[in-house]
């Protein structure tokens, strides 16, 4: 087989299609024990916003038909013990590293990125509009044309003009296309998509909702569908926006679907908790299906299912 695994999400080349996606890896290391971590497209960290936080109550995971609920609530040290800890490791181990940043309010975003911008070894900057576990729905920043626009715009401005930034979108929305557009025009090079869907689990024993914080984010296998259709509609009205493409990715058979859609990389996230290597045996399977397929390259069916109009 000697299918190229290589593509781009813009100007950032990638060696390979999978990545991690935001909050299934913590920032790698931990993936270390299965394979080497440098081989992947990149490892997308856990959302890491300024200060210390220690998240929402418990419990907070819950199994679903088909997926699970998490109620993490942003869970994490602070900017400045990532930096220390995290990054510096992945940098040191030659890791393709997209920095997940998540605010409570657009100045904060702001901060965020004017703190990473002169820290060596950020390959992209994803930005988190979209966590689902946080106070109020108002801080769900991507459910909002103007709040999405504001806060892309002002970490546009505090970030640098050669590292790419990523919006990341939830499918909560009437039109996620216009959300996609409204974000490209302030400023973002890509989009990630797409963040978990809000759910509940109800305990009927007990009588109360099975999570802590009552609400979590569903992913898995469940919401891949939802994806494919947000990933093929944004894709068609922003054919030159990349997309890093996930949910509920299990094998290379449903990779090669996203990219059909019009993603041009993946991010594996749910699946990882029960099997870690998951990154890479999705990508050897996704050059298996290409190469079964005729393909020679990811980069030649990135759309695909589009030209059949
Ligand atoms: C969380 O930490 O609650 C999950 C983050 C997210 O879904 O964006």
């Known amino acids: 087989m000697s299918v190229d695994l290589s593509t781009s999400l813009g100007s950032l080349k990638l060696s390979a299609p ?26 997308v960290t856990k959302s890491i916003m300024l200060n210390a936080r220690s998240g929402r109550p418990t419990p907070r995971m819950a199994e679903t038909p088909s997926g699970m609920l998490n ?15 995290d990054l510096s490791w992945l940098t040191e181990n030659g890791v393709t590293t997209i920095v997940s940043i998540a605010g409570g309010s657009v100045a904060e975003f702001g ?9 060596p070894g950020i390959a992209a900057l994803e930005v988190n509009i979209s966590c689902p576990n946080v106070e109020s729905r108002g801080q ?12 892309i715009r002002t970490v546009r401005s ?16 009437t039109d996620i296309v216009s959300i996609a557009q409204s974000v490209v025009e302030a400023g973002a090079n890509g989009l990630s998509m797409i963040n978990t869907l809000l759910g509940m689990v109800i ?17 898995g296998p469940a919401i891949r569908p939802v994806a494919v259709r947000a990933v093929y509609q944004v894709h068609a009205a922003l054919p030159d926006t990349p997309i890093l493409g996930m949910g509920g990715i299990r094998n290379g058979h449903d990779a090669l679907e996203f990219l ?23 990508a050897r399977e996704l050059g298996e299906e290409l190469d079964k397929r005729g393909y020679q390259s990811v980069r030649e069916v990135i759309g695909k299912a589009h030209q059949a109009g």
């Open 140 to 151: 769900v920043f991507a459910c909002n044309h103007e709040s999405s626009s504001d806060v």
């Open 158 to 173: 505090e970030w640098n003009d050669e590292t790419p930034i990523l919006a990341k979108l939830t499918p909560d929305v």
């Open 71 to 85: 109620s993490i609530g942003l869970q994490g040290p602070g900017i400045e013990q990532f930096i220390e800890k």
């Open 111 to 119: 901060e965020l990125a004017r703190r990473l911008r002169d820290v």
């Open 260 to 282: 059909a859609a019009g993603a041009s990389a993946l991010s594996i996230g749910t699946v990882v908790f029960g099997d870690p290597s998951a990154p890479w045996r999705i």
């Open 203 to 219: 305990d009927v024993d007990a009588m109360k909702p099975m999570l802590g914080g009552k609400t979590g984010g569903l992913s």
């Open 18 to 43: 999978t990545l991690t996606a935001s909050g299934c890896a913590a920032a790698g290391r931990e993936l270390a024990q299965f394979g080497d971590v440098s081989t992947l497209g990149g490892v």
